[in-house]
């Protein structure tokens, strides 16, 4: 009765616009992070395949080994820092590694050494996010001992942009200044690597210079821009709706509350939807009830014209207000205004794409 309906040809339509924006020489990383952010891992990693996406990026190495073990073989790069234990299940399934420590590396080489094979490491300097990452400073140095290491190729070196999104990017101006000045060193001093990478979703389509040979898409995959801060210059479709069939429908008498709390309290007779989802799927909306009493409804009322709207789902096309507090796997909405609805009707439910549980089916179509 709850599902979420992804639109696989809109993921490969999104993938072609990428295409279009960075042209033939530039590879493709598709970022398929936080199950597909949303959309499952395995589906959209293998739409976005047959577009001709050089490879797949994830966080967690255990989401490159589902990958394999559904017979993905793309290149998968995992962005977290394995840890050293787990060197050998990298090597294994033939992973490009991000390392930037002597530990992992060490580790890869190890593993790779034992079992006749090579370990691919993308070294990712940190020109400014602050989380991971080797120093500029300490690039040249650091790169030139690893790839002394038996066994280890450096696949890749790569940055990422904290404020590409945001409307000032002058940090981002001087992350790029410091990773073209590490490539140079890296140059200048006879270290190869196969590809450079900096630019996600929002540098791709607000810093054109920044896409070197390869750039990793994600949001964009997925039919959204990633801020107001980056130029709409794409043709992006959406790929992702969540839906449920009504349950119950009932009629409640002016006066009478609904759900936990006695938080809402009928102005009129209400005609009534019950839906079988809540916060155990994901939902974090809050009730027309509940959202006037908190602080940024307070804070919208005194400084934007008019009421902050209610929170609402869609059902045959019309908005229903959520009225009540969402419950762990039911949400009541006031369906009074819309005529005709009944058990088994579908509604639509806004809700953040990475939070929606991955217990709830996703259905390809």
Not at 192 to 200: D, K, L, Q, R, T
Request: aromatic share 6%.
């Amino acid at each position: 009765m709850v599902w979420v309906e992804v639109n696989l040809a809109a993921i490969r339509h999104n993938a072609r616009e990428v295409r279009r924006v960075v042209g033939d020489r530039v590879k493709i990383l598709a970022v398929v992070k936080a199950d597909g952010y949303g959309h499952g891992l395995v589906e959209p990693a293998r739409a976005l395949l047959t577009e001709g996406v050089w490879g797949l990026g994830v966080t967690r190495l255990e989401d490159a080994a589902r990958l394999r073990e559904a017979s993905i073989e793309a290149p998968t790069l995992v962005f977290n820092s394995s840890l050293p234990e787990d060197a050998p299940l990298v090597v294994e399934y033939g992973l490009d590694q991000t390392v930037c420590n002597m530990e992992l590396a060490q580790a890869l080489s190890d593993a790779a050494s034992a079992v006749g094979k090579t370990a691919r490491a993308h070294v990712k300097i940190d020109t400014g996010m602050g989380r991971l990452g080797v120093a500029p400073e300490q690039a040249v140095e650091y790169i030139k001992t690893i790839s002394a290491l038996p066994a280890l190729e450096i696949a890749g070196v790569y940055t990422h942009f904290a404020t590409a999104a945001d409307r000032n990017k002058a940090l981002c101006v001087r992350q790029m200044r410091a990773f073209d000045g590490t490539l140079h060193n890296l140059k200048s001093h006879g270290i190869g690597y196969s590809s450079a990478h900096a630019a996600a979703s929002a540098a791709i389509l607000a810093m054109p210079d920044s896409h070197y040979d390869m750039v990793r898409p994600g949001t964009l995959l997925y039919g959204q821009y990633p801020s107001a801060y980056v130029p709409r210059s794409l043709d992006l479709r959406n790929t992702w709706v969540l839906k449920a069939r009504v349950a119950f429908v009932k009629t409640v008498a002016a006066g009478s509350c609904i759900g936990y709390g006695a938080e809402y309290r009928a102005r009129r007779d209400l005609r009534i939807a019950v839906l079988p989802i809540g916060y155990a799927d994901g939902l974090t909306l809050l009730p027309e009830s509940v959202l006037r009493r908190t602080v940024a409804a307070r804070f919208a009322r005194r400084y934007l014209p008019g009421e902050p709207p209610m929170l609402q789902v869609s059902i045959h096309s019309h908005p229903a207000p959520c009225v009540g507090r969402v419950a762990m796997e039911m949400l009541t909405v006031d369906v009074t205004d819309i005529p005709g609805v009944k058990v088994g009707d579908e509604a639509v439910i806004p809700c953040r794409r990475t939070s929606a549980s991955s217990r709830i089916p996703r259905i390809y179509v």
